[in-house]
């Protein structure tokens, strides 16, 4: 099992220009994010709740299962999107298959950065270096995704995952945080502050 503390925001359409730019390429004191990882998921989706979230890769065999804990009441901000903090639990299964249900595929084009804890605050992951969401015990991934649903209609979503132990990974996300706000980043209009449960819930396909 693994518990995350999470925001994440969704928006229609393609991410500004500037903005897309700002977190991709390097800057004072922080290397460029990760190199563009293409991947289709598919979800199993119950729009009557967004509490839970099933999905599996399209080239693998792996379901995970990812369950809501709590919503905390502390909010946090980046540019002028502010969402509440989401407690999350993630279990790997192989013994589970989706077809009985209803599944939909989506596209994902993702750029990554990748953040470790050190003793004051957090560091950067440059590109070259292991990726902590794969090999370390504690770390955060703040991700900037476009996605593609099954009709095609295009979205993007600016995700923060801090993982690791319950106690640490609230302060985790927080300076994570504060380390990307403190690069001066373009304001993106107000975006729908959810998890992908939430999203998927609401969608018409």
Known sequence: MRLSAELRW?????????????????????????????????????????????????TGSIVEIKGLITARNQTLSFANCTASIELWAKWPISALDLSSGRVVTIEKQRRMRS??????????VPPT??????????????????????DRSSWWTLGFEAFGALEEIED????????????????????QACSYATWLSKQHW
């Open 172 to 191: 985790l996300l927080a300076a994570t945080l504060a380390d990307m706000n403190r690069r001066t980043p373009p304001s993106p209009t107000s975006g």
């Open 10 to 58: 969704f928006w229609s359409g393609e991410p500004a220009k500037e903005f897309d730019r700002w977190f991709v390429e390097a800057g004072q004191g922080w290397p460029a994010a990760k190199p563009l990882k293409t991947r289709l998921d598919d979800y199993l989706v119950d729009p009557r709740q967004s509490a839970l979230s099933i999905k599996k890769r399209s």
């Open 115 to 124: 953040f470790r804890a050190m003793s004051a605050g957090v560091r950067e």
């Open 129 to 150: 270096a292991e990726d902590p969401g794969t090999d370390a015990a504690s770390g955060c991934n703040v991700e900037l995704t476009r996605i593609s649903g099954p």
